[in-house]
């Protein structure tokens, strides 16, 4: 198999994973970096789940994904995020 042959077809629906701790803007600031690579992406299509303790919170954002640049950007920019702990 290729290295470069992608188990995604595209375009296709794709749910990323964020966590991050509690924040009143946190939800809100995911969706504005998910908004820069899927202008379709919004706010309706995400899922949020707070941890048992109330510290963090997640959030399951289903993006239309058209390429695997587009998701590599996706990841890595989230990934780089301050507010980012972890991304799935």
């Given at each position: 198999?290729?290295?470069k ?14 966590m ?55 990841y ?13």
């Amino acid at each position: 198999m290729d290295r470069k042959e992608s188990l995604i077809e595209y375009p296709s629906d794709f749910p990323i994973k964020v966590m991050g701790a509690t924040h009143d803007e946190f939800a809100a600031t995911i969706v504005d970096v998910v908004v820069a690579h899927d202008p379709s992406f919004h706010a309706g299509k995400v899922e949020m789940r707070p941890s048992s303790n109330g510290n963090y919170i997640g959030l399951t954002l289903t993006v239309r994904a058209t390429s695997r640049e587009q998701l590599d950007n996706i990841y890595r920019e989230l990934s780089g995020h301050p507010m980012v702990k972890i991304v799935l």
